[in-house]
């Protein structure tokens, strides 16, 4: 076995090891099957569940999707980051989930941040979800932004 293959199932196995004691349940009603993730989820994704492509920045306030598949169904966190520092609250964001082709509906609570990062809890984003992240830089006085839905 090549030495990139050995340090891709290590870290695979590594990060299925550290998301093993989160908890994660289905939604109820949601369809519980032996197929794989849909195409928002490819077979090969980054190691640490990091999503690239659902980044969204608003000066100091960023956000990204971080994804996890336990028991074969997929989940899907929000993560901000605020390097803005001083009194107050500088940057919100919450994350949205849609199905197929309906609309995007707000899944978690606003979360809050000024020079700190913080996250939501994971929710269900298995085969026919995505999940995008909405950020908003409130010394701009700005209004949500959201990035790509993964």
């Not at 939604?27 to 993730?37: C, F, K, L, R, V």
């Not at 997929?74 to 993560?79: E, H, P, S, T």
Request: hydrophobic share 35%; with cysteine.
């Amino acid at each position: 076995m090549s030495i990139l293959k050995n340090i891709t199932a290590l870290a695979a196995t590594t990060a299925l090891a550290g998301v093993a004691s989160l908890g994660f349940t289905a939604p109820a009603g949601a369809a519980q099957s032996g197929e794989e993730s849909g195409a928002s989820h490819p077979a090969v994704i980054h190691p640490d569940g990091y999503e690239p492509g659902s980044v969204v920045a608003r000066g100091y306030c960023k956000g990204w999707v971080y994804t996890k598949k336990k028991n074969g169904h997929w989940f899907a966190k929000g993560v901000m980051s605020s390097s803005g520092g001083g009194y107050g609250w500088h940057c919100l964001m919450y994350i949205e989930r849609k199905h197929g082709s309906g609309r995007y509906v707000a899944v978690s609570g606003e979360h809050r941040a000024a020079g700190e990062t913080v996250s939501t809890g994971y929710y269900w984003d298995d085969k026919g979800y995505k999940v995008r992240i909405c950020v908003q830089n409130i010394d701009w006085r700005d209004q949500y932004h959201c990035g790509k839905g993964v």
